[in-house]
């Protein structure tokens, strides 16, 4: 829930939200979401683009990732930054968790 100051993983609803991505909603408020995604190697992140600028840190694994046409392979500890409206998506080489911030929140993953 929204500005809920401690959440507790073992209390939060996993989603399967392609094949091979599993997303967590973690801690929010209206300017700022953090977003747990754990991917299985082949999983997809399809290309696409939304008014939010993303921070991703690479918990573990290893993703290729392509942003704004550009592709690099991404491993734990790396971070990419996608502003408002840049077009980006990755592919999982080997089995990961990326850690999403997003600003502002994403309503679309709470509705």
Known sequence: MMDERWV????????????????????????????????RKG????????????????????????????????RAGDTMLKTDGVEHGCVCLEDGVLLDIFSPMREDFVE
């Open 8 to 39: 507790f993983y073992d209390k939060t609803t996993p989603k399967i939200v392609a094949e091979g991505v599993v997303r967590r909603v973690l801690a929010y408020g209206k300017d700022v979401m953090c977003v747990e995604n754990t991917f």
């Open 43 to 74: 999983a997809v992140g399809s290309l696409h683009h939304h008014p939010h600028t993303q921070i991703t840190y690479v918990v573990s694994g290893v993703f290729e990732f392509e942003i704004d046409g550009e592709k690099k392979v991404v």
